[in-house]
């Protein structure tokens, strides 16, 4: 019946389903705001639900642009303007989104493509005019589809973090060297899947790297800012005097060095990006990447629901998970949780597809830790790092 409809009926019809999905989707975790015009490629723009934000603040809550295109089937092709994807500088606008919708009820689907994925993976038209990227199979390939809406959603919400903080703190590049504020939040999304590193957790690695590089950012704006005082002064004794403040700077060879101490090379921070590439394409190829995720979710919640209704106290009491799963899909078959004393620890379990592993409550934490939290924590890691590093092993370790 569809077939004999006019095209201008078809294309109301493909555009009210596209952006139904799209509001349906997004409800969950924003605030949506439609407008009555789509500039900037928006057909939503969204809000994170937090009322310590308002428009009307000094800086006011960042949003995002969702742009949502209904394919009729693989052969559509959709165009988005470049100016929507891009700055004036050509980098990637952090915040804008395209949400792909093909096929009908049962058979749908989503894909998820942000602007730095537009741009890295779609081609430009050479004959569109405004120039623009072309929206075909390409952006329907497996790596962009929705395979879990949460994880879909934490992307988008990640993004906006992010955007909101470099806005916070844009009015301060006007300094001669740029005032860089950063958190655990200014990293790609990629990075923060929570993928049991052995070597550290990235987010917090990634940020004292930058607060290391700071420092020597604030020594540079010290030497700029003496140098500044001593060019401007016109009394030539005051300008001596000034010259104190750089002195403090100059090293035993008569020179000025910046980051001596240094570590350049970053430590051990590129062994902890090999690793956890390798874990998550390996499962992004396998198709793994959603029930490993949602593994360590069920894992999660149960040790967190046992230990509220029988939380640690003694010390060297034991927190204890016990999980079956299928190997090949990563789907959790049995999961238990059990705590005791230290003379009723059962020994671990380390087999593809069974494991049991459990974690003493101890004297020493972190600081800021709760010991029970941070019994909880490695409880999970050690579980998900065996499933994880068991299926794909380091090949540089014999």
């Given at each position: 019946m569809e077939d004999s409809w006019p095209t201008w009926l078809k294309i109301m019809e493909n555009g009210a389903v596209g952006e139904?999905?799209?509001?349906?989707?997004?409800?969950?975790?924003?605030?949506?705001?439609?407008?009555?015009?789509?500039?900037?490629?928006?057909?939503?723009?969204?809000?994170?639900?937090?009322?310590?934000?308002?428009?009307?603040?000094?800086?006011?809550?960042?949003?995002?642009?969702?742009?949502?295109?209904?394919?009729?089937?693989?052969?559509?092709?959709?165009?988005?303007?470049k100016s929507y994807v891009v700055d004036d500088k050509g980098m990637p606008l952090e915040g804008f989104f395209a949400l792909l919708h093909v096929g009908r009820e049962d058979d749908g689907e989503m894909y998820l493509l942000s602007a730095r994925q537009i741009v890295n993976t779609l081609s430009i038209s050479s004959t569109h005019s405004p120039e623009s990227?072309?929206?075909?199979?390409?952006?329907?390939?497996?790596?962009?589809?929705?395979?879990?809406?949460?994880?879909?959603?934490?992307?988008?919400?990640?993004?906006?973090?992010?955007?909101?903080?470099?806005?916070?703190?844009?009015?301060?590049?006007?300094?001669n060297i740029p005032y860089r504020r950063f958190s655990e939040d200014d990293i790609d999304f990629p990075w923060t899947l929570p993928l049991p590193n052995p070597v550290g957790e990235i987010p917090k690695m990634f940020v004292e790297q930058k607060e290391e590089l700071r420092k020597i950012v604030f020594d540079m704006e010290e030497v700029l800012g003496a140098i500044d005082a001593v060019l401007t002064e016109k009394d030539p004794r005051r300008a001596l005097e000034l010259m104190d403040a750089l002195r403090y700077h100059v090293d035993g060879y008569g020179k000025i060095t910046f980051g001596g101490r240094g570590d350049f090379n970053w430590g051990d921070f590129p062994d902890a990006l090999d690793t956890h590439d390798r874990w998550r394409q390996g499962l992004q190829t396998d198709g793994l990447l959603e029930p490993y995720i949602a593994m360590g979710d069920k894992?999660?919640?149960?040790?967190?629901?046992?230990?509220?209704?029988?939380?640690?106290?003694?010390?060297?009491?034991?927190?204890?998970?016990?999980?079956?799963?299928?190997?090949?899909?990563?789907?959790?078959?049995?999961?238990?949780?059990?705590?005791?004393?230290?003379?009723?620890?059962?020994?671990?379990?380390?087999?593809?597809?069974h494991v049991r592993m459990a974690s003493s409550l101890g004297e020493w934490v972190p600081r800021k830790i709760k010991p029970m939290d941070y019994t909880i924590e490695n409880v999970w890691w050690n579980v998900m790092r065996y499933v994880i590093e068991e299926r794909y092993p380091d090949p540089h370790f014999d």
């Open positions: 139904a999905r799209t509001r349906s989707f997004l409800i969950d975790r924003f605030w949506v705001l439609e407008r009555s015009v789509d500039t900037d490629g928006a057909d939503f723009l969204i809000q994170r639900r937090t009322t310590t934000q308002r428009f009307t603040d000094r800086v006011p809550p960042r949003v995002g642009v969702i742009q949502a295109k209904y394919f009729q089937d693989r052969r559509t092709t959709h165009y988005i303007p990227y072309v929206v075909g199979t390409t952006a329907l390939q497996g790596t962009f589809r929705i395979n879990a809406r949460k994880l879909a959603l934490d992307q988008i919400e990640h993004s906006l973090k992010s955007q909101t903080y470099y806005q916070s703190a844009a009015f301060l590049d006007k300094l894992l999660q919640v149960a040790l967190v629901s046992h230990t509220a209704a029988h939380p640690l106290t003694d010390k060297g009491s034991f927190l204890q998970a016990i999980i079956e799963y299928d190997r090949d899909t990563l789907n959790v078959i049995e999961l238990s949780v059990k705590s005791g004393t230290a003379a009723e620890r059962e020994p671990e379990i380390k087999t593809p597809g």
